[in-house]
């Protein structure tokens, strides 16, 4: 059974820095793309980053790029969102997703989902 369980959400003021983790389980973790969207009240989930298998490319969202670091552990089946400079606009349920073929930015075509952790920024 594949899980994937995020952690590190909050409430924190415009500003601060928060630091998502996902755990995964039940896949083999090297053979997938990870990466994080995140869906607010009312919009469509978007991608925010994603790290490909062995960690030699990255995409991040214009929005996000220089603000959020993605990274992975292999060794540890974890994947890793440092998130800095929130800001009100960053305030969103996010998401850990892995794929399993080419980079998709449309969250329908990925394989696995986390339960997904809130992060709320307030101003």
């Known amino acids: 059974q594949v899980q994937l369980v995020e952690a590190g959400g909050g409430l924190v003021q415009a500003g601060a820095s928060l630091r998502l983790s996902c755990a995964t389980s039940?896949?083999?973790?090297?053979?997938?793309?990870m990466a994080w969207f995140r869906q607010a009240p009312g919009k469509e989930r978007t991608i925010v980053a994603e790290i490909d298998f062995s960690a030699s490319n990255t995409y991040y969202a214009d929005s996000v790029r220089g603000r959020f670091t993605i990274s992975r552990d292999n060794a540890a089946n974890t994947v890793y969102l440092p998130m800095n400079n929130l800001t009100t606009e960053d305030t969103a349920v996010y998401y850990c997703?892995?794929?399993?073929?080419?980079?998709?930015?449309?969250?329908?075509?990925?394989?696995?989902w986390g339960q997904g952790t809130q992060v709320t920024v307030s101003s």
């Open positions: 997703a892995a794929l399993r073929g080419p980079l998709s930015f449309t969250w329908r075509t990925w394989d696995f």
């Open positions: 039940g896949l083999t973790f090297t053979l997938y793309r």
